[in-house]
């Protein structure tokens, strides 16, 4: 079993930055870890991935350059780092662990067996 909390959403202004945690119980270090948004009245989306020793980052074209993944597997903690948010970034965030010996994309939410309760991020003037 893997419990996820999120923590740090919150409403920012447009070019404004937040830091997002999520601190695991269980099975992580040894986890590849996401995060996925899922803006109001739309499918979730893949925004980061980080491998289970941070070496390897993803991310889509929506936040590159703007958003940074990180991990303290001695905190057992994931970060998102947000910076120039936009209006569009505003979403639900979540975190999730991705399955063990999962081989396909890590972009689909399907990669993933657990997941936190959200974080709301509103960027807005």
């Known amino acids: 079993q893997v419990q996820l909390v999120e923590s740090g959403g919150g409403l920012v202004q447009p070019g404004g930055s937040l830091r997002l945690s999520c601190t695991a119980s269980?099975?992580?270090?040894?986890?590849?870890m996401g995060w996925f948004r899922q803006p109001p009245g739309k499918e979730r989306e893949f925004v980061a991935r980080i491998a289970w020793n941070g070496d390897i980052a993803y991310y889509p074209d929506s936040v590159k350059g703007r958003f940074t993944i990180s991990r303290d597997n001695a905190k057992n903690t994931v970060y998102l780092q947000m910076n120039s948010l936009k209006p569009e970034d505003t979403a639900v965030y979540y975190c999730?662990?991705?399955?063990?010996?999962?081989?396909?994309?890590?972009?689909?939410?399907?990669?993933?067996?657990?997941w936190g309760q959200g974080t709301q991020v509103t960027v807005s003037s």
């Open positions: 269980g099975r992580f270090s040894s986890s590849h």
């Open positions: 999730a662990a991705q399955r063990p010996g999962y081989s396909g994309y890590y972009y689909s939410s399907r990669a993933y067996d657990y």
